[in-house]
């Protein structure tokens, strides 16, 4: 007897298999970012977000506006190799050593081939009144040309982009669904602002892990 349920069988797999790698390119002009909308499935990405709520060591950072310090609107952790430290608007973060399962996702996105990483931040949005304003990721110690990837699990939140010196620019709006990952280009945080806005109805929470590269240069 002809038996194709082994044919059967491989088709789900492979159709995961192709569904991971699919990939969407964002042309801005004088930057791209690639979004891989299912780099975690669904099931994945819900247990990765139940994992890391529970053990990631989440921290209220503040940062000093005109001799003030305001706590940031999310909880944050910053984990990488030793040496890797980390400063943005007056705080400077120390990193928390590799853990898994967030070594596990590091290697998932360096298999991707656009760079390799030495630290990522960890951000908690536990609703939408969390947020993160507008920046762009050029501090001195991501070398001029950084390449950042930046994973999403939990809640679809909205994320907005608009030029740092054309003002007549059109923003470009995304959703950073659970379970995608971006690649910001080489050249977006030199040329692109972004933010990710409050959403005041939102009660659920998502994590965002941006994953980069300190050069040695800067380390302190
Ligand atoms: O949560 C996000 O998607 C963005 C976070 C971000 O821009 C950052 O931490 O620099
Ligand atoms: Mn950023």
Redesign the pocket.
């Known amino acids: 007897m002809h038996d194709d349920r082994s044919e059967q069988l491989m088709q789900p797999d492979l159709f995961q298999q192709s569904s991971e790698l699919l990939f969407i390119d964002h042309d801005l002009g004088d930057a791209w970012i690639r979004e891989y909308p299912q780099l975690f499935s669904l099931g994945r990405a819900d247990e990765l977000l139940r994992a890391l709520l529970a053990q990631i060591p989440w921290q209220q950072d503040s940062i000093r506006i005109a001799g003030k310090r305001i706590p940031v609107p999310r909880l944050q952790c910053w984990m990488g190799d030793r040496g890797s430290s980390y400063g943005y608007s007056g705080i400077r973060l120390e990193p928390v050593p590799w853990q898994p399962p967030i070594t596990a996702i590091r290697d998932k996105i360096q298999a991707l081939g656009h760079a390799d990483f030495n630290s990522v931040?960890l951000?908690y949005?536990r609703d939408g009144q969390d947020s993160?304003a507008w920046?762009a990721?050029d501090e001195p110690e991501l070398g001029t040309n950084p390449v950042i990837a930046?994973v999403?699990l939990g809640a679809e939140?909205k994320?907005q982009l608009r030029h740092k010196r054309d003002k007549g620019r059109d923003r470009y709006h995304m959703l950073?669904r659970n379970g995608s990952v971006l690649i910001m280009g080489k050249t977006l945080q030199n040329n692109w602002l972004?933010q990710?806005p409050k959403e005041t109805t939102l009660r659920s929470p998502r994590i965002?892990l941006?994953f980069r590269q300190v050069t040695r240069r800067h380390r302190t």
Do not use: M, P
């Open positions: 931040l951000n949005y993160v920046h990721d930046s999403s939140r994320f950073l972004h990710l965002n941006t």
